[in-house]
């Protein structure tokens, strides 16, 4: 067998970070719609998670301007890490910025 022939391109890390909009800050600007978009988010992630794209998603517990969340995942491409990124709905939606980095996992549980 020619081993060249067969390579599989490595699968890419990448890293989003997210950050509520600062009016959302204040839990009392939350309407219904913001907590359907959440919804729709977590689902999103879901997917992806079943899909084997996710590695990792979570948030820290503050609500003030230091807090952010993170979305960790395992694609082909940084296009497809930007695609997903920006299909998020609560990216798509506004009521969460977001920036994305090429990332590693060096170690986990």
Do not use: C
Not at 73 to 100: C, F, H, S, W, Y
Request: hydrophobic share 40%.
């Amino acid at each position: 067998m020619n081993g060249g022939a067969f390579m599989k391109t490595e699968k890419q890390q990448y890293i989003y970070v997210l950050k509520l909009i600062p009016m959302l800050l204040d839990e009392s600007n939350w309407t219904e719609k913001e907590n359907m978009i959440v919804q729709e988010h977590f689902e999103k992630l879901q997917g992806l998670q079943r899909e084997g794209k996710l590695i990792l998603a979570g948030r820290t517990l503050n609500m003030d301007t230091e807090g952010f969340g993170i979305v960790i995942l395992e694609v082909d491409t940084e296009n497809e890490a930007r695609e997903l990124m920006e299909g998020d709905p609560a990216v798509k939606e506004g009521i969460m910025t977001a920036q994305l980095f090429p990332y590693r996992v060096a170690l986990i549980k």
